[in-house]
Nanobody
Framework: EVQLVESGGGLVQAGGSLRLSCVAS????????IGWFRQAPGKEREGVSC????????YYAGSVKGRFTISSDNATNTVYLQMNSLKPEDTAVYHC?????????????????????????WGKGTLVTVSS
């Protein structure tokens, strides 16, 4: 059974930091790209960042570049999203997703406005709330 389980969300003040984790199971981690998406109340889901598990290449949406860092631990099938300098507009439910097509994942994060529709697997999400 494929599973993506997110954790690490919570309430933080503006300017603070959080680290999200996504633990993957049920598929060959090294063959997939893992991405983070977020959906704020009343808004469309948007791409945040992704990493190719095989190459380690990383990609970011412009809104988080320089503040967020994605990394992976292939030994534990875990992808992390370190979020620094958080802003109230970062408040959202954060989901991780996996896809075997790295190019499609990168497109979903950096270009697409459709919030990652069509990706292979999704987690249920973790809530991040940034207070002003």
């Amino acid at each position: 059974e494929v599973q993506l389980v997110e954790s690490g969300g919570g309430l933080v003040q503006a300017g603070g930091s959080l680290r999200l984790s996504c633990v993957a199971s049920g598929f060959t981690f090294d063959d997939y790209a893992i991405g983070w998406f977020r959906q704020a109340p009343g808004k469309e889901r948007e791409g945040v960042s992704c990493i190719s598990s095989s190459s380690g290449n990383t990609y970011y949406a412009g809104s988080v570049k320089g503040r967020f860092t994605i990394s992976s631990d292939n030994a534990t099938n875990t992808v992390y999203l370190q979020m620094n300098s958080l802003k109230p507009e970062d408040t959202a439910v954060y989901h991780c997703a996996a896809d075997s097509n790295v190019g499609f994942m990168v497109y979903s994060i950096t270009v697409a406005t459709q919030g990652g529709y069509g990706l292979d697997y999704w987690g249920k999400g973790t809530l991040v709330t940034v207070s002003s």
